[in-house]
């Protein structure tokens, strides 16, 4: 199943999702918006956000099961994704199922990851950033020299290659025929912030919901 009005931003760490979708909210009306992301802030996300910092140690299967859990309620539950999608706004939200799929899978298979997620509705559009992992882990170092933001514990180069490799086979699985009312917009991470937003905003602006 497709949500027509839901829109997901997929990519490795430092591929700078959250910049597109701060530029690409600045453009919308905040009424017929809303803005979200995973790990949600709900209390199924601080588990995973203390799991990320390292600070609670788990089996990766139990990452998986937290990852889909969380994303249950952000899916499903109160003030979630189907709710705003039901009021008739765009939902944007910063990795959604697919972030699992790349990122838990190379730690416990892709069996698991695939069984707990395939269920979830899917986006109208799916935009996916791409760059080499040596340069969005740059960037992620960069950007914690400067704002002291912690590492996490997949931002090392092994897991952020294995997660790459797995990010494109996820997107040509979802390329097939029967994924087809889903549309995958393939973005070149490296280039200008504004060509990126040009491209996404051109995207976006022809969605039905905005015309009415
Ligand atoms: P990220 O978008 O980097 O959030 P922030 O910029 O606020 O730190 O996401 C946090 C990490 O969580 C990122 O390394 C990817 C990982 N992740 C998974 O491993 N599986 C998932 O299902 C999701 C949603 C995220």
Redesign the pocket.
């Known amino acids: 199943m497709v949500l027509q009005t839901f829109i997901v931003f997929e990519g490795l760490?430092g591929t700078g999702?959250?910049t597109q979708i701060k530029l690409l909210q600045e453009k919308l009306e905040s009424e017929k918006s809303f803005i979200t992301?995973?790990?949600t802030d709900r209390e199924t996300g601080l588990f995973?956000r203390k799991m990320?910092k390292g600070e609670i140690a788990v089996n990766p299967k139990t990452?998986a099961y937290m990852?889909?859990a969380?994303?249950c309620e952000h899916v499903y539950g109160e003030n979630g994704i189907v709710e705003n999608c039901e009021k008739g706004k765009i939902v944007i939200s910063?990795?959604?199922?697919f972030?699992?799929l790349?990122?838990?899978s190379f730690d416990c298979g892709e069996k698991l990851p695939y069984e707990l997620n395939k269920n979830f509705p899917l986006p109208k559009y799916l935009f996916f950033f791409e760059i080499e992992p040596e340069k969005s882990l740059e960037r992620v170092m960069n950007r914690s020299k400067q704002t002291g933001?912690q590492i996490?514990?997949?931002?090392k180069i092994d897991i952020q290659k294995k997660t790459y490799n797995a990010y494109q086979k996820v997107m040509d699985f979802y390329s097939k025929e029967e994924f087809s009312e889903m549309k995958i917009i393939r973005i070149d991470a490296s280039l200008s912030i504004d060509e990126i937003h040009k491209k996404i905003w051109s995207i976006v602006q022809e969605m039905p919901i905005l015309k009415s």
Not at 94 to 97: C, G, I, T
Not at 152 to 155: D, T, V
Request: proline content about 4%; aromatic content about 18%; hydrophobic content about 35%.
């Open positions: 760490d999702t959250s992301a995973e790990p995973l990320l990452a990852f889909a969380d994303r910063d990795r959604y199922f972030s699992s790349a990122y838990q933001e996490e514990i997949y931002e």
